[in-house]
Every structure is written in C-alpha cells, then in structure tokens.
C-alpha cells in the first residue's frame, strides 16, 4: 500500500497517513498549532531533532522530522481531566491514589526519551517524573472503548486516561517508534486550560 498517496483511517488504526511536505500541516489544524509549527523551525528551538506538537484542544499529534518536514497527524487520547499542570509527587503514586482531577496531560515543551513500561513494552517518556508517557492505545478496560474513543470525531470522547498520550498502534509504528523511540525528541504540548502565551511565551508574539 502506497501510504503517500493516500489517507488511511480505520477504527483499528485512526491515522491520518500524509504526503512528505516541508511545514505543511492538515486543513483542519488549528491556528495555534501552526503558529507553535513556524517558531518552533525558524528560531530552531528543535535543536535539530524530530519534534511533534501534541493539540489537546484538538486531541491530535502532529510529528515532524528533524528536518522541519510534516511526516503525518492521527487522533490521541489523552488525560481524563482538564489542565495543564501535573500534580506533585504524581509520578511516584500507584494509579489507585489518583484522583479523577489529577489525571491531567501536563502542557509545555518536553524532550522525550525512549523507555519501556512495566510489562517491557517500548514507550517514549514526555515528562518521567510525572510518569507522563506517549505510547500505542492500550485497552485498559472493555468499558473504556479506547479504540471506539479514538475513532470518534469528538475530542471529549477522548479524555480517557491518567495523563499519558495513546496512538493508534499503526500510526506509532510508522512514525512514533522510528523517530522517538531510537533516541531523543521535542514534543510540544499545547494548553487546554491556560493561556497558549502562559506555557509559550516567545512562540504567542509570533507571526
């Protein structure tokens, strides 16, 4: 299958399969992405690694190469509860002393690395110490449809989980594992909560 001639969507995979091309991004990404997008290349605050801009609003990810190039965008799950902050000592508590407000994906720019979980599958950690992870939607519960969550067009359909970003396994397999599970990345978070110009302060003046 020729995947750069042709968008790919399924329940199984919910990815949105696009062509190489230099800073551009899909119609329907929102104008805060793209403004993250043009300072993030031309101030080089990507240190030349691949980078990607997660949108919450949005509950999508954008990833890039190194080089600046739009490589494709696919639809994420995200933490359960509003907010751009992680609470403190989140990452050293057992889920069970989680509480349903705390289960925030925390917004701002990360340098990831890769790693594994508990049950030695690969993952790539945005923020370790707040145990805030990228990783390949998992079905946790039957109960939590994560994979029907994933292919509804609404985003409040997917705030779901403890904090941590889930892809569809295709779309993390072609373009997540490759680029950020082999050695380090920027992922930009952008806010849901609090002013884009609170978490990004030299990209929101801009143009």
Same mark, same amino acid.
């Given at each position: 299958m020729n995947f750069n001639r042709r968008f790919v969507l399924s329940v199984? =995979?919910? %990815?949105l399969v696009t062509p190489l091309s230099a800073l551009a991004l899909p119609t329907d990404a929102s %104008?805060? =992405? @793209?403004q993250l997008v043009r300072w993030a290349t031309a101030t080089g605050d990507t240190q030349g690694l691949p980078f990607a801009v997660i949108d919450k609003p949005a509950a999508s990810i954008h990833v890039f190469s190194a080089r600046g190039e739009w490589l494709g965008s696919s639809p994420v799950l995200l933490g359960a509860a509003l907010g751009d902050r992680s609470a403190p000592d989140i990452g050293q508590r057992p889920l069970s002393q989680i509480r349903p407000e705390e289960r925030t994906t925390p917004a701002g720019r990360f340098v990831t690395e890769?790693? @594994?979980?508990l049950k030695g599958d690969d993952i790539v950690w945005i923020d370790y110490d707040a145990a805030v992870s990228l990783h390949r939607v998992r079905s946790v519960s039957a109960a939590e449809r994560r994979y029907q969550r994933l292919a509804s067009k609404g985003t409040a359909d997917k705030r779901i989980s403890y904090g941590c970003v889930n892809a569809p396994e295709a779309f993390y397999n072609q373009f997540i594992a490759p680029l950020f599970g082999q050695s380090r990345g920027v992922i930009y978070v952008l806010p849901d909560t609090e002013p884009f110009a609170t978490i990004f302060i030299a990209a929101s003046s801009y143009q």
């Open positions: 199984a =995979a919910c %990815a %104008a805060t =992405a @793209r890769p790693g @594994r979980n």
